[in-house]
């Protein structure tokens, strides 16, 4: 019987990790978002600020962050039409959370590195 509960209380950390971990996981998801957080807002910006984001690839992740409200799409009534991308106030609690990830690395990266020295 307790064997079970371990189980299940794994499973309730893992399943929202798991789900948070699909919407900014992949290769170029973080850095549009970070991309898009530092002001570059129109979709030539974002991709020259992101080495090696093709066309067609920055499109869909933009459309993905979309779709799961962390990335808004703005269509500026000008001649030509302008697209603009701004991020939407619940991005920010995105925030914390890449700075967390960003002392991990950094704090990672040192401890793999001083750890494979003689």
């Avoid at 699909?22 to 910006?45: A, E, H, Q, Y």
Wanted: with cysteine.
């Amino acid at each position: 019987m307790a064997q079970k509960k371990v189980h299940c209380d794994c499973l309730d950390t893992v399943k929202p990790v798991r789900d948070a971990l699909d919407v900014i996981s992949g290769k170029w998801k973080l850095p549009i978002i970070i991309s898009v957080g530092v002001g570059n807002d129109r979709f030539t910006d974002i991709q020259e600020s992101i080495p090696g984001v093709t066309p067609k690839v920055l499109a869909k992740e933009l459309k993905d962050l979309e779709q799961h409200k962390l990335i808004k799409r703005i269509i500026l009534d000008e001649y030509p039409v302008k697209i603009s991308y701004k991020l939407e106030p619940y991005a920010d609690t995105l925030t914390p959370i890449i700075y967390s990830l960003k002392d991990w690395g950094i704090n990672h990266k040192k401890k793999v590195t001083d750890q494979s020295k003689p």
